[in-house]
């Protein structure tokens, strides 16, 4: 059985700004970092800071969060560089496909949308090999489909 899951929607762009620049300065409590930090962190890197070259410098900016917040990046927890490519790619996507135009409005609509659910990774990695250490220490292909 799948539970749907409902995603916490942001209410204004000053609260992406907040994450974004939470991310980058190590400042977000630990807790703040939910799949809906992820994107919305995400999207506002693509979109609001393109001096920063993401698919280059993603790993090191969220391993250095972690750390910050006494978190670990090892074989079973922390980092994990193919679920992570997998969101950039689908939100790179998702950025060229949508009409939104303010930062709140975009990042609820890809946490609404195909590439915003959890779930979303799986339509391309097996389970097995999306939750392998391999997969986890770097990137590895998917197995069922190329992402976008």
């Given at each position: 059985m799948t539970t749907e899951y409902k995603p916490r929607l942001f209410?204004?762009?000053?609260?992406?700004?907040?994450?974004?620049?939470?991310l980058l300065a190590c400042a977000l409590p630990r807790e703040?970092?939910?799949?809906e930090a992820h994107l919305g962190a995400c999207l506002w890197l693509l979109s609001e800071r393109p001096d920063?070259?993401?698919d280059a410098e993603i790993a090191g900016l969220i391993r250095r969060f972690n750390e910050s917040v006494g978190g670990v990046n090892d074989d079973h927890g922390g980092y994990?560089?193919?679920?992570?490519?997998?969101?950039?790619?689908?939100?790179k996507l998702f950025l060229r496909e949508t009409a939104?135009?303010?930062?709140?409005?975009?990042?609820?609509?890809?946490?609404?949308s195909d590439a915003g659910r959890r779930d979303w990774p799986l339509r391309f990695y097996s389970r097995d090999l999306l939750f392998s250490v391999p997969a986890r220490r770097g990137f590895v292909e998917p197995d069922l489909a190329p992402l976008p």
């Open positions: 209410a204004r762009d000053s609260d992406i700004h907040a994450l974004g620049e939470g703040a970092w939910t799949h920063i070259d993401l994990h560089d193919s679920i992570t490519r997998a969101y950039v790619a689908g939100v939104e135009t303010g930062l709140a409005a975009r990042v609820n609509a890809l946490l609404l």
